[in-house]
């Protein structure tokens, strides 16, 4: 990853230079050629007005003044490398930088000294026959009054003029490398900076992988992304830790409260193996309480499949009326409830609206109201109460029965356990699969004792804005 990182921010550095600096450079060696050929033309002016005199007495002036004029044009093409031949009115030179144009060479010939000679001066490039490379030519004529008296020829290799501006672009050219190491050096500490969190990242994932749900990823560094990352993967390390344990613990339960019945059922049939020609009588009692025992396993069975479904069960949440759930509840056990001898009623309340997972207040207050009629006295009553407590939502069911301690109280959510006096055909798993599904809307379950006797189940939901 930091590799592709590095290699992202120095081609992303590229494409900006090639972008911006690509036309730039054409740009600036156009202008730098202008800039070379308007020196030249001003080189040639001035080399055209210092050989007027010559020109106009050419036929009168000794060797001393041509002389003169050579010296001028050899410290020229000394200095700046440009050859220099100044001609008459024919095209005929009669002064030069260098020996190659002597004296009396016809130029007439030549497009740029014909066109100065004709008044107009010419700049370009073209290919010499003579030297066998191209040329940057500057010609302009010598005009006396009216009349052209001469020409002056600047010519440059086409390669010195390339050279020259190049030199130009050298700059632009080191800042875009100097561009490029910076971009190098700032993705090596990107990289280093994304990377270092994701490497601290990955190995909390191992270790959670290896079963160390106590492992925490650093959520106090890096970039923004990546500290959120890491508070996601320490709450899901913990869900997935609790989830881990829960299920070792179903397991380990289930296991347990499974060996039970299957023991006493093979006892059983074993005896009814025995009995079978002996005694018909005592088989048929060893059967039937076989049968009993298949019962109490299939409920056992079945209380573990909900508690599995409930510790599983993760849906969006919903606006609930709480109330009109506990009003409808309440109608549906009323039979029962009056069969049992047992006054179910409603308190009066307010309506209220709690977060939910959809059906489960109704399970929860179904298993509340069954253990309530079950165990409450024939001739008292199950109030059922609706309220706020808080930001939450609170619904009780309170009765007169046996009721618990405090202690038993706090160990009844837990799973297959019973109380001493309870109904034998129980599972231990009703409050423990209400637990879970109250835990799973964000609310929570709980029991206490009541004051003058019984036992409170309450449910307790987070209220809805």
């Known amino acids: 990853m930091r590799s592709r990182l590095v290699a992202a921010m120095v081609g992303l550095t590229l494409l900006v230079l090639a972008v911006h600096d690509i036309p730039l450079v ?14 030249l033309e001003r080189d040639a002016f001035t080399i055209a007005g210092r050989s007027e005199r010559l020109l106009e007495e050419l036929g009168v002036v000794g060797a001393a003044d041509a002389t003169a004029v050579n010296d001028v044009l050899s410290a020229y093409f000394a200095e700046t490398g440009g ?23 016809d130029y007439s010939t030549r497009p740029e000294i014909a066109s100065s000679l004709a008044g107009e001066a010419s700049t370009g490039q073209r290919f010499s026959e003579t030297l066998g490379f191209d040329l940057l030519f500057v010609s302009v004529p010598v005009i006396l009054g009216d009349e052209v008296n001469g020409a002056v020829r600047i010519t440059y290799p086409e390669s010195v003029i390339d050279s020259r501006v190049s030199g130009r672009l050298w700059g632009i050219f080191f800042t875009a490398l100097m561009a490029v190491a910076v971009a190098v050096v700032f993705a090596l500490l990107l990289a280093y900076t994304i990377t270092r969190p994701l490497s601290r990242l990955r190995h909390a994932t191992e270790q959670v992988g290896r079963e160390n749900f106590e492992v925490e990823a650093d959520e106090t560094s890096g970039p923004a992304e990546v500290r959120v990352l890491a508070r996601s993967f ?36 074993e005896q009814v193996d025995e ?10 009692i060893k059967l039937d309480a076989a049968l009993h025992e298949t019962e109490r396993l299939q409920r056992l069975t079945d209380g573990l499949l909900a508690l599995a479904r409930a510790e599983a069960r993760s849906e969006d949440l919903i606006d609930v009326d709480v109330r009109d759930v ?25 309506d209220v609206v709690a977060k939910a997972m959809p059906g489960v207040v109704e399970q929860i207050l179904d ?3 069954d253990n309530a009629v079950q165990y409450a006295p024939s001739g008292s009553e199950v109030e059922v109460s609706v309220g706020v407590v808080d930001s939450g939502v609170f619904v009780t069911v309170a009765d007169r029965g046996p009721g618990m301690s405090a202690e038993q109280c706090e160990r009844a959510l837990d799973r297959f356990w019973r109380a001493p006096d309870a109904a034998p055909d129980g599972t231990g798993l009703g409050l423990a699969i209400a637990s879970r599904l109250a835990e799973a809307s964000g609310g929570r379950v709980s029991l206490r004792p009541r004051e003058g006797g019984g036992l409170v189940a309450e449910l307790v939901l987070v209220r809805a804005d």
């Open 26 to 39: 054409s740009h600036l060696r156009r202008v730098e050629r202008d800039r070379v050929t308007t020196e």
């Open 83 to 105: 050859r220099v031949v100044v001609t008459d009115s024919r095209g005929l030179a009669v002064a030069s930088s260098d020996e190659e144009s002597v004296t009396g060479r």
């Open 234 to 269: 320490n709450r899901m390390s913990a869900r997935l830790g609790a989830l881990v344990d829960r299920q070792r613990g179903f397991a380990g339960d289930a296991s347990h409260q499974l060996r039970t019945p299957l023991t006493a059922l093979r006892l059983r049939l």
């Open 275 to 284: 009995a079978l020609i002996s005694d018909p009588a005592s088989a048929r």
């Open 326 to 350: 506990v009003i409808g509840r309440v109608a549906a056990w009323s039979a029962l409830s009056v069969e049992s001898g047992v006054n179910l009623r409603v308190a009066e309340g307010t």
């Open 367 to 369: 298993n509340f109201i």
